[in-house]
Nanobody, 125 residues
């Protein structure tokens, strides 16, 4: 069983930055595709960014050029660096893991097998 723990959320002003971290308990972390999703109140959980086992990346259009996903397999950790934050980025951010036996970075939350508990990100205007 893979356990994921997110950290790094908080309250920042628009234009600011945050870096989220997600540390996994997985024995073979490097074998997993990893994703970040977010869910605002009353809305669905949406894909934000993903990174494959071999460091390929994918982003939703609204964060391209502002967010960067990366991973450190030696630390079993995936990061989401968020810059130029806007109020619409306010949400609970979730980390998710998907076995690399599946093809590619999935944007559908149903494709992921393991989830963290989420971390709140609030951007004030």
């Amino acid at each position: 069983q893979v356990q994921l723990v997110e950290s790094g959320g908080g309250l920042v002003q628009a234009g600011g930055s945050l870096r989220l971290s997600c540390t996994a308990s997985a024995r073979y972390f490097s074998n997993y595709h990893m994703g970040w999703f977010r869910q605002a109140p009353g809305k669905e959980r949406d894909f934000v960014a993903g990174i494959s086992w071999n460091a390929g990346t994918k982003y939703t259009n609204s964060v391209k050029g502002r967010f960067t996903i990366s991973r450190d397999n030696a630390k079993n950790t995936v990061y989401l660096q968020m810059n130029s934050l806007v109020p619409d980025d306010t949400a609970v951010y979730y980390c998710a893991a998907r076995s690399s036996s599946a093809m590619g970075i999935a944007t559908d939350s149903r494709a992921y097998d393991h989830w963290g508990q989420g971390t709140q990100v609030t951007i004030s205007s």
